[in-house]
């Protein structure tokens, strides 16, 4: 059982362990300067502690060390100083955060320290009182360090870019995963800690009228269009803060994306696998590759952390000797699916065909994100590339063909993806429509629905209606937001979100930790790059939409005090993509520099 006082040290443990790594070199600098004199006031120590008399047992060291002391004290003192000023914020709203929790656990805890107390029959000595002292305070300024994120000499904040690639191998989409695959996306400290404090949260909720007063003149620009819409909602409360048209329904383009990450997490859950095998039909030589809606499955050498089409051919090749085969017919499964493969813009670089078995998407270019070239078949070519890799490994295959593979057959091998959490981050990050509309189709499976656009659609509605969420006006027709007839309004945009970081459901957390970072990761690496727009970088987090005539933004911003907020700004009949854009990022910006009391 979790003692509900420490939880908010529990969350915050792989914070500290991953920033630590960011911070070592810093200390390692500190500890240099400090450790040959730290050496020579231990010899002086020892020194005074063999020579001193038996009627003067402390007095004396203490009196010649007294100096070094004091030097060491100064030498260190403007390390600190630097270090406490630039922290200083943020320890102010971690206080504010655990606060109440740790002094709900002294007080459990209080009968501890008389008992500690009488068991201690040793009292210490001045000069273990100094070192003891000495040693906490650096240890306490090596803690503030790598809790608050990488500082330089000067104190001043580095690049969050910088911060994300120390952070290591945890949590967000693509860590770790390099050699030409999407960057990484740094999960979301800023999210969890400001959920951290209960309903109250860090801060004071901004007004509604200060907002309004905010945010009118910028959505109220030409360039947004005929038609708006927008809501900034307290995640931790969930009370609408700011409304303009908030439950008109409009085009939302990959805001959509939104609702589909939150449809797959909740039918699926978040540890959810999708699987490719290979089987061999009993009595004969046919192999089958059967595939299981995996569109993160790879070729490449570096497969990256992704299901590697390489190890399932190690792995076929390999069984198919202990069988005594190494001659076989070769047929592929994608009846996993149902419904055309085609979406109904047509063909377009954004997406391929969508169907069961694919590798890397399909790409003809050896890109891993953004628009690119298509293979007009990707079941057909995903297994002309596995009889490649089975020739290699000295295993002859016919020209592959479509099957389908029954019940009897028996499987070889099998590659599966990271967990359902990771390709989610990945959806949303680089905005991949190929990974949409698969859990869109892998969502209607999970929920009786068939396997195609009109049932993925339905399956997404569904959930959502479940989890209670308000769908006046909405309607699917994918679950990419490429399809135009798609109708979202920014209520249920922000309810989305604010679900996504509810206590009640852990399991939709991706949806928030995925979101593109102001100015560094994802679809928003160009974007608030300005000195405007200081302010917003790596503090706004949001999904962005584009189509002809059509721009949106939605996603969380964490607010001068601290304080959580979910947004959502559509835009519809803009004639100017980038002067919509802008606008949109000029909205978002206010929100993150506004503290509107």
């Known amino acids: 059982m979790v003692v509900p006082e420490v939880r908010a040290w529990q969350a915050a443990k792989p914070r500290l362990a991953r920033l630590a790594r960011a911070a070592r070199p810093r200390l390692a600098g500190a500890a240099q300067t400090v450790r040959p004199r730290l050496a020579r006031l231990t010899a002086r120590l020892r020194a005074a502690r063999t020579t001193q008399s038996a009627d003067l047992p402390v007095a004396r060291p203490a009196r010649s060390v007294k100096p070094h002391v004091t030097r060491l004290t100064q030498s260190v003192k403007p390390h600190v100083t630097r270090l406490t000023q630039a922290v200083k914020p943020r320890v102010a709203r971690l206080t504010q955060t655990v606060g109440p929790r740790i002094a709900r656990l002294t007080r459990a805890a209080a009968p501890l320290p008389a008992r500690t107390a009488r068991s201690t029959t040793r009292p210490l000595k001045t000069w273990q009182y100094t070192a003891g002292a000495a040693t906490a305070g650096l240890a306490l300024a090596a803690g503030v360090v790598t809790a608050a994120g990488p500082w330089d000499s000067t104190g001043q904040r580095t690049a969050e870019r910088d911060w994300a690639v120390a952070r290591g191998a945890g949590g967000g989409a693509d860590h770790g995963r390099t050699s030409g695959m999407p960057r990484p996306a740094p999960s979301a400290p800023s999210v969890l800690v400001g959920l951290a404090g209960g309903t109250d949260g860090p801060g004071t909720a901004p007004a509604g009228p200060a907002l309004a007063g905010v945010l009118g003149p910028l959505l109220d620009v030409p360039s947004l269009g005929a038609r708006r819409a927008a809501a900034v909602v307290d995640v931790a409360t969930g009370r609408l803060l700011y409304g303009r048209g908030a439950d008109d329904a409009l085009t939302p383009a990959s805001t959509t994306k939104i609702a589909t990450a939150v449809a797959a997490l909740s ?32 070729a490449r050498e570096d497969a990256a952390g992704w299901a590697s089409l390489r190890t ?56 891993a994100a953004g628009p690119a070239p298509r293979d007009t078949d990707p079941a057909a070519s995903a297994a002309r590339t596995f009889a490649g890799l089975l020739k290699e490994r000295g295993i002859t295959t ?123 990761t994802g679809t928003l690496t160009t974007r608030y790059t ?68």
């Open 267 to 298: 039918a699926l859950g978040p540890d959810h696998r999708l699987t490719t095998r290979a089987v061999l039909e009993p009595g004969t030589r046919e192999l089958v590759l059967v595939g299981g809606g995996d569109p993160t499955l790879t």
């Open 530 to 597: 300005g000195a405007t727009a200081a302010t917003a970088a790596g503090v706004v987090r949001a999904k962005t939409g584009t189509l002809t005539g059509v721009n949106t933004l939605a996603g969380t911003v964490v607010d001068r005090t601290g304080r959580l907020l979910a947004f959502a700004f559509l835009a519809s009949g803009t004639t100017d993509p980038a002067a919509a854009q802008s606008a949109l990022d000029r909205a978002a910006t206010a929100l993150a520099g506004c503290g509107c009391r």
């Open 312 to 367: 399932l051919a190690d792995r076929t090749a390999a069984a198919l000797k202990r069988h005594g085969l190494r001659t076989v017919t070769l047929s592929y499964d994608t009846t996993l699916y149902t419904g055309p493969a085609l979406h109904p813009i047509g063909v377009n670089d954004n997406l391929a065909p969508v169907t069961a078995l694919m590798v890397d998407e399909a790409r003809t270019d050896g890109s």
């Open 398 to 520: 016919t020209v592959p063909g479509p099957s389908r593979a029954t019940a009897r057959a028996t499987t070889l091998a099998a590659v599966s993806s990271p967990p359902l959490s990771d390709l989610v981050e990945r959806m949303l990050t680089h905005s991949d429509n190929d990974i949409a509309e698969a859990l869109a189709r892998h969502t209607a499976l999970a929920t009786g629905h068939r396997p195609d656009f009109p049932g993925g659609a339905a399956a997404i509605a569904g959930r959502l209606k479940r989890l209670g969420l308000p769908l006046g006006g909405a309607a699917f027709h994918d679950g990419s937001g490429l399809n135009r007839d798609d109708r979202l309004t920014a209520g249920l945009l922000t309810a989305l979100l604010t679900q996504a970081g509810s206590p009640a459901h852990p399991e939709l957390r991706p949806v928030l930790t995925g979101l593109p970072v102001a100015g560094f």
